[in-house]
């Protein structure tokens, strides 16, 4: 599970460059659209990416908990701006397409899709809390967590849904930009208005700024995994060095760095901009999705006291909507060049980072324990 997790952070990184990329060339205006698809830039832009990621890591929550905090409130900002735009023209009646609809939608691939990455994808991320809860100053962190749960859950889902909705405003489904939707609406939005030249290039600029905050967050986490797994010797010892004033894991922060960048190049190989994005999202979050999938299987299959019903039906429900998005997450919801190609890539990232990690884990654990035995 660990494993996965660590995969899904990497993957969601590597694919940050993309969208920095595609949101700088819509600040840019029509004569940065070659910024999108430029491949030179884009790696650029990554190493500048996961460079500054590295030295805020180094430096500790101490710093990187303001760039978390800026990005949450840049998100609400950038969606305020949309819902500014939108909401007019569609009580007008203006819009691309209907933003929300009471029907039952048509029974597709696409849409079964569509709604695993909806249900698994809105709402993963909770268990994210448990990597900082050492750090929580309330002594009772378990309510703490339970808490921010019940307060964050509702607003999660007010944000899919307005934000959503705003996109269709301006956007019909097929023509949405699957890197920066948001931007993609902002822009769409100020047609018109007089000072429309002022708006892409701030909105692009509030949007890298939430994808940094975002990826901040993200390196945060996943550096404490190596770290923790050195502790228990089933990773090289360097990995769990401190840094020694900050105390952070210096050498978790330059390996994840690194894989990070090399992921970055391959997935950028032989495909178009919103392509790469998706490989490498769908990749990652399908490692995610995998340790959900045993997460919400404990409750039912586990041995030992049985948890109350209330809790299995929240599991089976876990598990299916997970296991549905596990399933169709390695088809392409864009066009891409090949389709086969794209469900091969997706798939064999997958399957090799768990065949990897099986085979290390194994061979790990046969030499700690061969250690305990000559101790």
């Excluded at 929550?61 to 909401?87: P, Q």
């Excluded at 709402?123 to 339970?146: C, K």
Aim: charged residues 10%; positive net charge.
């Amino acid at each position: 599970m660990a494993l996965n997790l660590w995969a899904t952070v990497v993957l969601y990184l590597a694919s940050s460059a993309s969208g920095i990329a595609d949101n700088l060339a819509y600040a840019v205006g029509p004569s940065g659209a070659w910024i999108a698809e430029n491949k030179s830039a884009t790696l650029v832009l990554g190493a500048v990416l996961v460079g500054g990621l590295m030295m805020v890591a180094v430096r500790g929550l101490a710093v990187g908990k303001w760039i978390h905090n800026a990005g949450g409130l840049v998100l609400l900002t950038i969606l305020a701006g949309m819902a500014l735009f939108a909401l007019p023209r569609w009580f007008r009646g203006g819009a691309a397409t209907a933003p929300v609809a009471f029907a039952f939608p048509a029974v597709s691939l696409l849409n079964l899709n569509l709604l695993g990455k909806m249900g698994f994808g809105a709402f993963s991320g909770f268990d994210g809390t448990a990597i900082f809860s050492g750090e929580l100053r309330d002594p009772n962190v378990a309510r703490t967590i339970r808490r921010s749960i019940w307060l964050a859950a509702p607003l999660i889902a007010l944000i899919y849904i307005l934000g959503t909705a705003c996109v269709l405003v301006f956007t019909q489904p097929s023509d949405i930009d699957m890197i920066s939707p948001a931007m993609q609406a902002l822009s769409r939005g100020a047609q018109g208005m007089r000072n429309r030249g002022f708006v892409a290039p701030l909105a692009g600029a509030l949007l890298i700024c939430n994808i940094i905050g975002q990826s901040s967050i993200f390196y945060n986490a996943v550096i404490r995994l190596p770290m923790v797994a050195g502790w228990d010797h089933l990773l090289p010892a360097w990995l769990s060095r401190l840094h020694p004033r900050f105390k952070t894991p210096v050498g978790s922060i330059v390996f994840i760095g690194l894989t990070t960048l090399g992921l970055t190049i391959l997935g950028n190989l032989g495909v178009g901009a919103q392509e790469a994005f998706q490989l490498s999202s769908n990749a990652g979050l399908i490692c995610w999705a995998l340790a959900y999938l045993v997460m919400f299987a404990i409750p039912l299959v586990a041995r030992g006291e049985k948890p109350p019903w209330g809790v299995q039906v929240a599991a089976a429900a876990g598990f299916s909507m997970t296991l549905l998005y596990v399933v169709l997450s390695v088809f392409p919801v864009i066009d891409v060049k090949n389709v086969a190609s794209f469900t091969a890539k997706v798939s064999g990232v997958v399957i090799g980072i768990n065949a990897a990690g099986a085979l290390y884990f194994w061979r790990a654990s046969n030499r700690r324990k061969s250690l305990n035995a000559m101790l």
